[in-house]
């Protein structure tokens, strides 16, 4: 089983749309979760980092579920730059990251 | 947000020659940075750990006698990749962490061996 887990998608959504990406990991004592967007060709980029109390910068809501070991995020407002792939990232041992494969997105005018 | 910068940015050379890809945190100081590889359509593998001052740990699969990793300050990591191969061809990508666990990516070095 993998360490961390997206849905590859592609999700496609029209500009405006809402959508959500879930990404489940299997250690449960991992520390550490963050969203990155990375567009094609380019490095990951930090787009947040992922708070126990769940966070929101702008059109972007990230949320921790320990639980059910499972992170989420939600964009809101859809626009065509937000077309990415987004990459989950799970810490722990303070030096120990693992990455999801990726979720592409296509926002379609 | 925090720079880390990638040289060279790409790279052609013949099989059996070594190349050695720099990685350095502009404004800030890591005392760790990571090394990883991307192929085409696929995920980021994280092939090392790089801590200033001590020897890189290897993640399973990587031979640490082929990929030599330098972390001799706290803003600069070096990654050789020694007589390389047609298949060692990707897409190597360093990153910092941050003071809050983050991890910040260089531009990356796309490396074509013929």
């Known amino acids: 089983r993998k360490e961390v887990e997206q849905d590859p998608g592609p999700f496609n959504v029209p500009e405006g749309a809402t959508v959500a990406f879930n990404c489940t990991y299997s250690n449960s004592a991992s520390q550490s979760f963050f969203w990155y967007r990375q567009d094609c060709r380019k490095e990951p980029k930090l787009l947040m980092s992922v708070y126990s109390s769940g966070n929101e910068d702008g059109r972007f809501t990230a949320q921790l579920n320990r639980a059910s070991q499972y992170i989420s995020l939600l964009i809101r407002d859809s626009k065509l730059s937000d077309s990415a792939t987004y990459l989950c990232v799970v810490g722990y041992n303070f030096n120990k990251f693992y990455f999801g494969s990726g979720t592409k997105l296509n926002v379609k005018p | 947000g925090a720079v880390v910068s990638q040289h060279p940015s790409w790279v052609i050379c013949k099989s059996g020659t070594s190349v050695k890809i720099e990685c350095r945190s502009l404004?800030?100081?890591?005392?760790?940075m990571f090394w990883y590889r991307q192929f085409p359509k696929q995920s980021l593998m994280l092939m090392a750990t790089s801590n200033e001052g001590s020897k890189a740990t290897y993640e399973q699969g990587v031979e640490k006698d082929k990929f030599l990793i330098n972390h001799a300050s706290l803003t600069l990591s070096t990654l050789t990749v020694t007589s390389a191969h047609p298949e060692d061809s990707s897409f190597y990508i360093c990153?910092?962490?941050?003071?809050?666990?983050?991890?910040?990516f260089g531009p990356g070095t796309r490396l074509t061996v013929l």
């Open positions: 404004d800030f100081q890591a005392t760790t």
């Open positions: 990153s910092a962490r941050g003071g809050h666990n983050e991890q910040f």
